[in-house]
T-cell receptor, first 110, second 115 residues
Framework: TQLLEQSPQFLSIQEGENLTVYCNSS?????LQWYRQEPGEGPVLLVT?????EVKKLKRLTFQFGDARKDSSLHITAAQPGDTGLYLC??????????FGTGTRLKVLA | GAVVSQHPSWVICKSGTSVKIECRSL??????MFWYRQFPKQSLMLMAT?????????EQGVEKDKFLINHASLTLSTLTVTSAHPEDSSFYIC???????????FGDGTRLSIL
């Protein structure tokens, strides 16, 4: 069974600070998605990365896919309270279904 | 954009009750839907894949007689938690896959509390 470990598990920072969240797999994956989930809601897709070494930017968020396609990172610059939430990575297992990582719970304090 | 609607958003019921949760794709047809369970402060765990017109595929460790899934149309899948007990209390989330591949779109979840 392919596992996705995320680190750190919890992160509490001050507004304006930078942070990086990591997602590591026990094996190579073809593509990976990052989601953010707020309490009481479903996850919302942020980005999909496909190519090894790929870097994608979404405003203050930078996503990187490892060269060997076994790991990925999410870097947030100048975090804001609105960034608070549960960040999840997910990989496609088989044709259709997705397996989610263990999650990183981020709290940004004003 | 694609929208997935879940109903109800919150349900509280007594132990032994069966509870049905609906997942609808509002503006697209979904041959495949997914049901997840999420315990407090934890990640999403895939329970089963719901296939329109055929039996659902359950993940290892998920009791198919306990969690009944019906996907009778291209826009509706239902999850019934039969004879629910307090340990079944959780946040249940569905997702639907757009035709032709990614991405999957999630509903807003159903919080189930069994007393």
């Amino acid at each position: 069974t392919q596992l996705l470990e995320q680190s750190p598990q919890f992160l509490s920072i001050q507004e304006g600070e930078n942070l990086t969240v990591y997602c590591n797999s026990s094996s190579v994956f073809s593509s990976l998605q990052w989601y953010r989930q707020e309490p009481g809601e479903g996850p919302v897709l942020l980005v999909t990365v496909v190519t090894g070494g790929e870097v994608k930017k979404l405003k203050r968020l930078t996503f990187q896919f490892g060269d060997a396609r076994k790991d990925s990172s999410l870097h947030i610059t100048a975090a804001q309270p609105g960034d608070t939430g549960l960040y999840l990575c997910a990989l496609r297992s088989g044709t259709y279904k997705y397996i989610f990582g263990t999650g990183t719970r981020l709290k940004v304090l004003a | 954009g694609a929208v997935v609607s879940q109903h109800p958003s919150w349900v509280i019921c007594k132990s032994g009750t069966s509870v049905k949760i609906e997942c609808r794709s509002l503006d697209f047809q979904a041959t495949t839907m997914f049901w997840y369970r999420q315990f407090p402060k934890q990640s999403l765990m895939l329970m089963a894949t719901s296939n329109e017109g055929s039996k659902a595929t359950y993940e290892q460790g998920v009791e198919k007689d306990k969690f009944l899934i019906n996907h009778a149309s291209l826009t509706l899948s239902t999850l019934t938690v039969t004879s629910a007990h307090p340990e079944d209390s959780s946040f249940y989330i569905c997702s639907a896959r757009l035709p032709g591949g990614q991405p999957q779109h999630f509903g807003d979840g159903t919080r189930l509390s069994i007393l």
